[in-house]
């Protein structure tokens, strides 16, 4: 394909993935506010955290767990953040099957199969993370919340609420691929398991200093996201292994001579002398 046939393929898989986002984010705008199939509306998914703080905790102005606005329209723009954030995720298959097959027809018929398994494994581990901050956050909004005893009651207003929430699900799900990048710089030949073991206390420790950043200031959103990163590594330092290990032994393979064919040895210089009875007889014949 020539630049301007590439131009034109990469401006329809934007055009396509920004589409499948798009309706994506309607059907999120619309669940927001409605039930589906008997499912709990995505408003009520997104403060359940809140409202499972206990009554004497939180502020409920008509007897009902609310959050406050601030701003006029601040509701229809949160809305339509949380709908497009799902939209996103939910249609992710579409936009990401647009990024491979732009990129796909560039590749080894070996990198497009490992490139498929990282993506699908990514996106479930993506998930994975996501769910395991959202049964997270009651836990650190009840700590973050719980000083001051009965003096102070929690009043949060949506726009703080949903951004907190919506950065804790990013931020839980992104830690997840590390692990995975792991996986792929070995498979690349970057770094070793060798390498990646005699690294394992020094990885322990950034993980944790990476939970701390990346989590609010609340002991157990960092230890639970702490500890499943290290849980990984080592998933991720078994696996690495493995792969190292395959290679070896494919290396050894190939290096394995064929009996049928001349060796590769004989032809160096150094053999044809420790030979030189031999090619002097092939001479004397000639």
């Known amino acids: 394909m020539s630049l301007v046939e590439h131009l034109y393929e990469l401006r329809y898989r934007l055009g396509v993935a920004l589409l499948a986002v ?25 403060t359940g955290p809140y409202c499972s703080l206990p009554d004497t905790m939180r502020l409920e102005p008509n007897g ?3 959050l406050m606005q601030t701003r006029p329209f601040e509701v229809f723009l949160l809305q ?12 992710s298959p579409v936009w990401l099957y647009q990024f491979w097959a732009f990129i796909a027809p560039g590749l080894h018929k070996g990198e497009r199969t490992f490139a498929r398994v990282f993506v699908g494994i990514g996106s479930v581990l993506f998930a994975v993370g996501a ?9 650190g909004l009840a700590f973050m919340t719980g000083f001051g005893g009965d003096e102070f009651f929690t009043a949060l207003t949506g726009g703080e609420y949903i951004n907190f929430v919506l950065l804790m699900l990013l931020f839980f799900g992104i830690s997840f691929e590390l692990p995975l990048v792991m996986v ?17 206390r020094g990885s322990v420790f950034a993980l944790f200093i990476f939970a701390a950043v990346v989590t609010p200031q609340d002991p157990i959103s960092m230890l639970v996201l702490g500890f ?31 009996p049928d ?7 160096r210089p150094s053999a ?6 031999s090619a002097d007889g092939g001479d004397e014949a000639t």
């Open 22 to 46: 798009v309706i994506g984010g309607i059907f999120g705008f619309w669940w927001f506010s409605h039930r589906l199939f008997g499912l709990p509306s995505l408003g009520d998914l997104m």
């Open 64 to 66: 009902e767990c609310q």
């Open 80 to 91: 339509l953040k949380v709908g497009f954030s799902l939209g996103a995720v939910l249609l």
């Open 131 to 139: 769910v395991l901050a959202y049964f997270v956050v009651p836990k």
């Open 184 to 200: 792929m710089l070995n498979r690349a030949d970057v770094v070793s398991y060798a390498k990646l073991r005699s690294w394992w």
């Open 228 to 258: 499943s990163l290290c849980v990984l590594y080592g998933i991720a330092l078994l696996i690495c292994r493995a792969q190292d290990r395959s290679k070896e032994r494919r290396r050894a393979a190939e290096q394995t001579e064929d």
């Open 261 to 267: 064919q001349p060796s590769e040895v004989d032809t």
């Open 272 to 277: 044809l002398q420790s030979t030189g009875g």
